[in-house]
């Protein structure tokens, strides 16, 4: 697609700056930031784009090179954002958020995944992560997803039993972005989902800096371990490298202070890995994603 085609379009920004939009308030350009309007103009515009394309949502749990990204950035909150309700499914946009998608279904008697209240993503990020808790994930309701392909721009239903969902992967294709998906419900009073909700909100306000330039869990837990464990018997729990820090409220997860860079960030990462693998051989995998120019 040549440059005369987007140049005067709304959906279309060039050079567009991603660090307001990333949680860590850290990031540089990408080269075309696309909103498309609906399923049609985003599979047009695949057809016809010879690029690099990446879909990233609420980029809250994304770390974004300060040299930015090559190629086009397309996002779906603007306008993928239906919620539509069957008797014992629904099938929600990708754009939506998911504590959003949570506030709807306990207005409607649903219950579907208010088990993760509270965390930040859109519903295409969630299935794509496989986003959960210890004790409940995407994939326990999770039935099937719509995707567009980026080479074809063609539309293709994934089925669940397909992806081999595992712990924060949904294993979805990577030539694939997902534009909806479907779950599984169950009736349940609004009363007992609030209740439900409330009490989630309460223990992650205490546990979690939620209200910090953050992007959430930083490392993956090791197959029975957790990661902050690791990180405070290394004493990592201390560390900083510029506007970087851990949470002293959560090891596992690190804030921008004011004056961060992505730099910081990966700088801080690489030292906590180090320390723990030495003090544990064990080598701490990144829950969050680290992405862009010369990484």
Request: aromatic share 8%; proline share 2%.
């Amino acid at each position: 697609m040549q440059r005369e085609l987007w140049k005067n379009s709304e959906e279309f920004v060039e050079n567009f700056s991603l660090k307001e939009l990333s949680f860590f308030k850290v990031g540089g350009n990408c080269d075309l930031f696309f909103s498309p309007k609906n399923v049609e103009n985003l599979s047009l515009f695949l057809r016809e784009f010879d690029g690099n394309v990446l879909c990233l949502g609420n980029i809250s749990n994304t770390l974004i090179s300060d040299d930015g990204i090559d190629g086009c950035v397309i996002n779906l909150m603007n306008s993928f954002d239906k919620v539509r309700f069957f008797n014992d499914f629904v099938i929600v946009d990708a754009g939506v958020l998911l504590s959003n998608f949570i506030k709807i279904c306990i207005k409607n008697g649903v219950s579907c995944l208010e088990q993760l209240f509270c965390i930040p993503g859109t519903i295409g990020g969630a299935v794509c992560m496989n986003a959960g808790t210890p004790s409940f994930d995407i994939s326990k309701n999770f039935v099937s997803a719509d995707c567009v392909d980026i080479r074809s721009g063609d539309i293709i239903s994934i089925q669940k039993e397909e992806l081999k969902m595992g712990y924060r992967s949904g294993n979805i294709p990577k030539n694939l972005i997902i534009i909806s998906a479907k779950f599984k419900i169950y009736n349940e009073s609004p009363s007992v989902l609030n209740d439900i909700t409330k009490e989630i909100f309460r223990a992650r306000l205490a546990s979690q800096p939620i209200n910090e330039k953050t992007c959430g869990s930083t490392f993956k837990n090791p197959k029975g371990m957790r990661a902050w464990q690791l990180i405070k018997e290394t004493n990592c729990d201390k560390l900083s490298v510029g506007g970087a820090v851990v949470s002293q409220k959560h090891c596992n997860f690190l804030i921008n202070s004011g004056d961060a860079t992505a730099k910081d960030f990966i700088k801080l990462i690489d030292i906590m890995k180090e320390k723990v693998f030495e003090n544990s051989c064990i080598m701490l995998e990144e829950e969050i994603k680290i992405i862009g120019r010369n990484l």
